[in-house]
């Protein structure tokens, strides 16, 4: 399995993969990550990690989000000798090295795709994004196999249009555990202003997740609902952007109403989150997916989230929320309310959700493919 950033590196992606990963090995399977050292406390070298062979290389050179591994070349010719197949997770920088290599080695290659790449604009952003387009056309067009999130996402993504007969769907690994009422109690205490809801974001405070709508808003929710809070769990000053510094004065000016918690990496703590909460928002411009969403929903919290391919999908096939207009605060705002108005309304079962998104079924349909494609 190829990507850039794995485990303890806290993106959607990566506990994708590491959860596929695991799931694998656990049946018996040998199953190789190759990555970055994305930070000098990721270990750097080989570890045997819940059952899974990660490497990571040596990365000396960022450039915005992608990182430059001098050894990649020849550390990956040497694994794809050795394995029957190779997953590569897109979009990556090294995608078209992997599809190379793999025409070389005679490796079919098994392709995930995650998102199309956006990244903020400016000349350098824009000259990353149509290299990384071309980078990816050619692996797909060695690809034996696309694994895309949902056929809402297949049918719509650039990336995937000319492929699609190429296109597997698998919906992707949701599983949390289950929340603790006592600690839920004793969050919804800490955090409520008197019997105000609470309302959750999870995720980075990056320009496509535009957790500056949600902040706005608060406008619209504050007629119904003026002791409402906004509950923030994720990073908030973003490296490779600035969105943080530009949304400052919005967040200072509506200060009392907003709480951030940073990044929560235990699960039973982001379960705990989740349940504490009456409502999550997702009020992002693109979302392959959102693996949140299920997690929510698993915990009985229902969800909002923009009507944007992709990341319509979760409550779509569920009902257990609403879709918000495209960037649109109004509009979420209303959503809000609505869901806040009736939430037994919007609220399926554990089991309910559980059966939809199956991390079994997720782990028995990549390993059909893997052993469709491997070499004998």
Not at 37 to 47: D, I, N, Q, Y
């Amino acid at each position: 399995m190829l990507l850039l950033y794995y485990h303890p590196h806290p993106t959607g992606l990566t506990y994708y993969v590491k959860t596929v990963a695991e799931g694998l090995a656990k049946r018996g399977h040998q199953v190789t990550v190759l990555a970055s050292r994305h930070t000098k406390e990721a270990p750097l070298g080989e570890e045997l990690l819940n059952g899974v062979r990660v490497l990571r290389l040596w990365a000396p050179v960022r450039i915005s989000r992608g990182l430059i591994m001098p050894t990649y070349p020849w550390r990956l010719y040497r694994l794809m000798r050795e394995h029957d197949v190779v997953n590569v997770h897109m979009p990556m920088l090294e995608s078209g090295l992997a599809a190379l290599v793999a025409g070389i080695t005679g490796v079919k290659i098994v392709a995930t795709h995650h998102a199309d790449l956006v990244l903020p604009g400016g000349l350098i952003n824009s000259l990353i994004t149509k290299t990384m387009f071309a980078i990816q056309q050619s692996l797909s067009r060695r690809a034996a196999c696309i694994v895309a999130y949902s056929e809402d996402n297949a049918a719509h993504s650039s990336y995937l249009a000319p492929f699609r007969h190429k296109v597997r769907t698998v919906y992707p690994p949701v599983i949390i555990p289950e929340p603790q009422p006592e600690r839920v109690r004793q969050l919804q205490a800490d955090w409520r202003n008197e019997a105000g809801p609470l309302i959750a974001f999870c995720g980075r405070f990056a320009e496509e997740k535009r957790p500056d709508l949600l902040i706005r808003s608060l406008e619209i929710v504050n007629k119904r609902y003026p002791n409402a809070r906004v509950v923030f769990a994720g990073e908030t000053d973003i490296p490779y952007e600035d969105t943080w510094n530009r949304f400052s004065d919005l967040v200072e000016g509506n200060r009392s109403q907003l709480i951030f918690l940073g990044l929560l990496t235990d699960k039973q703590e982001l379960a705990n989150f989740y349940a504490a909460c009456d409502v999550l928002v997702v009020p992002s411009d693109i979302e392959v997916f959102g693996l949140v969403q299920g997690e929510a929903m698993l915990c009985g919290t229902p969800v909002i989230t923009t009507n944007i391919y992709g990341g319509r999908v979760a409550v779509s096939v569920t009902g257990m929320g609403k879709l918000a207009k495209k960037g649109d605060w109004r509009s979420i705002g209303a959503a809000i309310i609505e869901v806040l108005d009736e939430p037994e309304k919007f609220t399926k079962t554990r089991e309910t959700i559980a059966d939809i998104f199956s991390f079994e079924k997720t782990v028995n349909e990549y390993e059909a493919i893997f052993f469709e494609y491997a070499n004998s």
